[in-house]
C-alpha cells in the first residue's frame, strides 16, 4: 500500500506554500480557434477580403481562459508484428519456432542505435509489420521513422539489412521504410487546420532586417528537400516578405465554399499562407485587428498533413507574438541574427520569450557573417554576436552564412537560394541547419511524449523533465492534493477549496497526457481535468522508498 511509503518531508505545509506562490502557467500550447460566421444578407459566403475586415472586428484575447482551455490526447505507438505459424527448417539448420525466429530478428535489430534518442530502433518502436516464413527464410517488416526526413534513414535500412542476414537460417531480408503520420503529440483541442501538423517550427530575430524571411523560406525547402512535407506561414501583416521570395502560379489565397477554410497557395511542394496572398497588400490596422488577421488565416487554412510548418515571425516581442505562441504548439524556434551587438541586443529579448513560454531555441543562424576575396576572409559588421548568442543561452547549435550576391539575388527573384544552386555552399548550410531542426523536433517530442508517465505496477507517477537528467516519483494523491486550479483554490482570497480529506490515499490517474514542453493533462477518475506544469511537479514532495512492484491485472 502506498499509504505506508515514506515521504520527503518539508518545513513548511505544501498547501501553504503554494498558496503563497504564483506559478508560471505558460502559454505557448494554448490553442485559439478563432471562428468566423461570415455571410452576406443572402445566406451566401463572403470572399477572403471581406471575411479578414469583418473577423478583425470582433477580436477577442483571454489568454488565461485560453490556458485552462485546452485539452491534449496522445497515445504512445505500439508494435505490430505478424508472423505465420511455425514451420520446419531446412536440414542443416537448428529448428526454431515463429517465437524464437522473432527474438533473433528483434535481438539483430536492438543493435541498431538511434544517435538522437539514444536508444535501439526496437524500443523506439520504429519496427512493425514483422513477417517470417521460416520455411524460406525470409523475413520482411517495415521501420516506420519519425519523419520522412530522417537524415539517417539511408543508414538505418541498411544496417537492418545487414544485422538480420548475418543470422544464419536467414536467407533472404526485406526492409522497407516509411513514417509515422502527420500528427501533433498533443492535438487535442487544436484548430482542425492544424491537428494534422507534426512539428511547428518558429524562425524568429525580434530584429527587421537580418534575412529571418531569407533563412525561413530556404529552411522550408531544404527540408522539403529531404521528403518532409512542408508549409510556410508568412506571419508578418505589415511587411509579407513570401510573395517576393517564391514565384505561385497562383498568387491569391482561395476560401472552400462548403468548409469556410482557406486553401494555401502552392509552390514546388511547399504551400503558403501569407497576407501578402490575400489581395489587400501590407496591413494598415491597429495590433487586435492584426492578431486575429494573423489568427483566422493559420488557423483556418487548409494544411492538411505536414511535417514541418515553418513560421516566418515578424520582428518584435508584442502582442503578435505573443498571440502566435499562444495559438500554435511551437514545437521549436530557430534564431536569426547579425554580426552586430545592436542585433544581439533584440535577439536577446526574443531568446528569452520563447524561454518564457518554454518553447526550446534549437539552433542560432548568423547571417551576412563574412565574404571571401582576394583569398582572404572578412569580417565587415565584427564578430561574436551568434556566439555569444549560443554562450548565454546554452543554445547548442551555430551555422553562419556567408555574405553572397546569389542569396540576396534568389530572394528577390523568387527562387530559393537553396532550389536554384542545389549544390552550393549556401545550400550546404541550409541543410546541416535541416539536419538540426530535423534531429531536435525528433528529440523533443520524445522527450515531452515520456516526460510523465504512470507507473502501474508501483503505483506511482515518474516524471523526467525535459532537458534534465533528474528523475523522481510522485505518490498520484499528493498530486491531485496540490492542484492549484480554481476548483481547488478560491483565486481571489487563495483559501483551499480542495482538503486533504476529500482525495482517497489510493486514486490513480486514468490518462496523462503532455501538454505542450511545459506540463501535462492528468484525468482523474472523478473526470477531473489537471494541468500540471513541470515547475509545479518538481516541487511537489517526492517518494524516497520506491514501492514493491505489484502485479498488474490484465
Not at 4 to 13: T, V, Y
Request: glycine letters at 8%.
Amino acid at each position: 500500500m502506498l499509504s505506508i511509503c515514506k515521504h520527503l518531508r518539508k518545513k513548511k505545509n505544501i498547501f501553504s506554500v503554494f498558496s503563497k506562490m504564483q506559478l508560471l502557467h505558460a502559454p505557448s500550447s494554448s490553442h485559439l480557434a478563432f471562428q468566423t460566421t461570415n455571410r452576406n444578407s443572402k445566406g451566401g459566403l463572403l470572399s477572403l477580403e471581406k471575411c479578414l475586415q469583418l473577423s478583425t472586428a470582433n477580436c477577442f484575447f483571454h489568454p488565461q481562459k485560453l490556458e485552462r482551455s485546452i485539452r491534449v490526447t496522445h497515445k504512445r505507438s505500439n508494435f505490430s508484428f505478424f508472423a505465420p505459424k511455425a514451420t520446419s527448417v531446412d536440414a542443416g539448420s537448428s529448428a526454431a519456432t515463429t517465437g524464437t525466429a522473432e527474438g533473433d530478428v528483434l535481438k539483430a535489430l536492438s543493435q541498431i542505435i538511434d544517435p538522437d534518442f539514444g536508444t535501439d530502433i526496437v524500443s523506439c518502436g520504429f519496427v512493425k509489420d514483422m513477417l517470417i516464413d521460416e520455411a524460406s527464410g525470409e523475413v520482411s517488416f517495415r521501420l516506420e521513422l519519425t519523419t520522412p526526413a530522417c537524415p539517417i534513414k539511408d543508414m538505418f535500412e541498411q544496417q537492418a539489412n545487414e544485422v538480420v542476414a548475418r543470422l544464419p537460417w536467414v536467407k533472404k531480408a526485406n526492409v522497407t521504410m516509411s513514417a509515422q503520420p502527420a500528427k501533433p503529440i498533443f492535438s487535442g483541442e487544436l484548430p482542425v487546420g492544424l491537428q494534422r501538423i507534426s512539428n511547428i517550427v518558429a524562425v524568429s530575430s525580434c530584429k527587421g532586417g537580418v534575412g529571418k524571411s531569407t533563412v525561413a523560406v530556404n529552411l522550408a525547402y531544404t527540408l522539403a528537400g529531404m521528403g518532409a512535407r512542408v508549409g510556410v506561414f508568412d506571419a508578418d501583416v505589415y511587411g509579407p516578405s513570401l510573395p517576393t521570395m517564391v514565384s505561385p502560379e497562383n498568387r491569391l489565397l482561395e476560401m472552400n465554399p462548403e468548409k469556410r477554410t482557406i486553401i494555401p497557395t502552392d509552390y514546388l511542394g511547399v504551400k503558403l499562407v501569407s497576407f501578402g496572398f490575400s489581395g489587400q497588400g501590407r496591413a494598415i490596422m491597429r495590433g487586435p485587428m492584426v492578431s486575429g488577421v494573423i489568427n483566422q488565416l493559420l488557423t483556418t487554412s487548409e494544411w492538411g498533413e505536414l511535417d514541418y510548418l515553418v513560421i516566418d515571425m515578424p520582428p518584435g516581442t508584442g502582442d503578435i507574438q505573443l498571440t502566435l505562441c499562444q495559438v500554435v504548439p511551437l514545437t521549436a524556434a530557430v534564431i536569426v541574427t547579425t554580426p552586430q551587438k545592436l542585433a544581439f541586443i533584440d535577439v536577446a529579448k526574443g531568446v528569452r520569450m520563447f524561454s518564457k513560454l518554454k518553447v526550446p531555441c534549437v539552433a542560432v543562424v548568423e547571417n551576412m557573417c563574412h565574404f571571401d576575396a582576394d583569398g582572404k576572409r572578412y569580417y565587415p559588421f565584427g564578430r561574436g554576436s551568434g556566439s555569444q548568442v549560443v554562450q548565454q543561452f546554452g543554445i547548442p547549435h551555430l551555422f553562419d552564412l556567408p555574405i553572397r550576391p546569389t542569396l540576396s539575388a534568389s530572394g528577390d527573384s523568387g527562387t530559393p537560394e537553396v532550389v536554384a544552386e542545389p549544390q552550393g555552399e549556401v545550400a550546404k548550410t541550409f541543410q546541416d541547419l535541416g539536419v538540426c531542426v530535423v534531429q531536435q523536433c525528433a528529440k523533443i517530442r520524445q522527450q515531452v511524449s515520456t516526460a510523465v508517465t504512470y507507473d502501474k505496477s508501483i503505483k506511482a507517477i515518474k516524471v523526467k523533465v525535459p532537458d534534465s537528467e533528474e528523475e523522481f516519483l510522485l505518490h498520484p494523491a499528493t498530486v491531485r492534493r496540490n492542484d492549484r486550479s480554481a476548483q481547488s483554490v478560491d483565486e481571489w482570497t487563495g483559501e483551499q477549496k480542495l482538503q486533504y480529506t476529500d482525495i482517497p490515499e489510493d486514486i490513480e490517474p486514468e490518462e496523462i497526457r503532455p501538454m505542450g514542453n511545459y506540463a501535462v493533462s492528468i484525468t482523474w477518475p472523478d473526470g477531473f481535468s489537471q494541468i500540471a506544469p513541470y515547475d509545479q511537479l518538481q516541487m511537489i514532495e517526492r517518494l524516497v522508498d520506491v514501492p514493491q512492484p505489484t502485479p498488474v491485472q490484465s
